[in-house]
């Protein structure tokens, strides 16, 4: 941070500050063009179904203030693994 207080002026902060008003960069920018794509794959499949619900971009964001999920114990994971490769999942 002192770094950056040394070499950029005010006005260059400025010009910044500017430019990304416009053009904005950064996680939540690429969350809305992926948004974007898959709502338009989303949309355009639901075409094919009968009263399909249309998708916006905000959809396919991430949550941010969601509580995360607890990750699948082993015992979850070798069955849904089982499942995937077609074997039984009780462990034979």
């Known amino acids: 941070m002192a770094e950056l207080l040394l070499t950029l002026g005010s006005s260059e902060l400025t010009d910044w500050m ?3 008003s ?26 094919q179904l009968p009263e399909g619900k249309s998708c916006a971009a ?5 949550d941010p203030y ?3 999920e607890a990750p699948p114990s082993a015992e979850e994971m070798r069955q849904a693994l089982a499942l995937a490769l077609g074997g039984p ?3 034979r």
């Open 58 to 62: 905000a959809d396919f964001f991430p």
């Open 89 to 91: 999942s009780d462990g």
């Open 22 to 47: 416009l053009e904005p960069w950064g996680p939540r920018r690429d969350d809305l063009r992926a948004g974007i794509v898959a709502s338009t794959v989303a949309n355009f499949a639901s075409r």
């Open 66 to 68: 969601a509580e995360p």
């Open 18 to 20: 500017a430019f990304y």
